[in-house]
Structure formats: C-alpha cells, structure tokens
C-alpha cells in the first residue's frame, strides 16, 4: 500500500468527459444510484468530469485484488487500484454525504480505466476495533469497569 498515487488524477477525471474511455461494473452502478440517484454511467462520467463528485482526498494506492490481468507470455501484470474520498455537490438530498472512490487503468489495450468502487465510506464499527485486541485484555478491562459500578 503506498502513500501516494500511482496515478495522475487528472488523467482520470479527463478521461470520464468520453464513456468509451471509462468502464463501470453493474455493481458500481447500481451503487452509484441507490447511494448518490447518478442512475446512468453518462451521468456518473459527467458528475466526476464536471466536478459535482469533487474528489477531494487520497486514500491509498494499493495493487488489484483478484488481478487476471496477464501479458503476452502469460505472466501477472502489476496493477494498481487508487482511491479518494469525495463530496457529491450535484443533490441536495446527497449534498453533505462524503463518498469514496477507487479505479486503475486496465493495462492491455485498450487501455480503459476502470472505476472499481463509487460508494459511501466505509466506517469502522466498534466490533470491529475490538477485534484488534487481545480478547483476554478485553475481559480484564470489563470486570475492572464492572468493578465500579
């Protein structure tokens, strides 16, 4: 996982003014309008290009899961996946909710760049910081707490 982007975010945002340069997933799609009402890949192209999705921070860049893609000879190809947060000024309704975003740049011809996720942020639940302690820890720090009251 890098810091940075391996990505030129413009190169992205340019690429969304032309549909044939940019694929969407069913599944990012059908995200895209039950979450923020974009219920068309033109429309979800046009709010990234025009800015109304106004990317705003880097997450992380990070290699594809799951990558199939492989060269000539059938060797792995290296892909990377970045992804930000954004805001998505467009509807008021959606105005004030952050969203995140990831793609890459599909590396065989053509060469079209993918938009991987459009969702909201995941956020991390308190089950799941727990479960980044030891469970013994956690069960003296109860009968401590318990203790006082």
């Given at each position: 996982?890098?810091?940075?982007?391996?990505?030129?975010?413009?190169?992205?945002?340019?690429?969304?003014?032309?549909?044939?340069?940019?694929?969407?997933?069913?599944?990012?799609?059908?995200?895209?309008?039950?979450?923020?009402?974009?219920?068309?890949?033109?429309?979800?192209?046009?709010a990234i290009y025009t800015?109304?999705?106004?990317?705003?921070?880097?997450?992380?860049?990070?290699?594809?899961?799951?990558?199939?893609?492989?060269?000539?000879?059938?060797?792995?190809?290296?892909?990377?996946?970045?992804?930000?947060?954004?805001?998505?000024?467009?509807?008021?309704?959606?105005?004030?909710?952050?969203?995140y975003l990831a793609f890459?740049?599909?590396p065989i011809p053509p060469?079209?760049?993918?938009?991987?996720?459009?969702?909201?942020?995941?956020?991390?639940?308190?089950?799941?910081?727990?479960?980044?302690?030891?469970?013994?820890?956690?069960?003296?720090?109860?009968?401590?707490?318990?203790?006082?009251?």
């Amino acid at each position: 996982m890098s810091n940075t982007p391996f990505y030129d975010l413009n190169d992205f945002i340019n690429a969304c003014s032309d549909e044939r340069r940019v694929t969407i997933p069913h599944r990012v799609l059908d995200d895209a309008q039950r979450l923020f009402n974009l219920r068309s890949k033109k429309q979800v192209l046009d709010a990234i290009y025009t800015k109304d999705v106004a990317i705003k921070n880097f997450v992380n860049s990070r290699e594809l899961e799951k990558n199939g893609f492989k060269d000539d000879k059938g060797s792995p190809i290296q892909v990377f996946v970045d992804a930000y947060y954004f805001d998505y000024s467009n509807d008021e309704e959606y105005s004030n909710d952050d969203g995140y975003l990831a793609f890459f740049l599909a590396p065989i011809p053509p060469n079209r760049w993918n938009l991987k996720s459009f969702h909201e942020p995941q956020k991390e639940s308190v089950t799941q910081l727990g479960d980044c302690f030891d469970p013994k820890l956690i069960e003296n720090l109860k009968k401590i707490v318990n203790k006082g009251n």
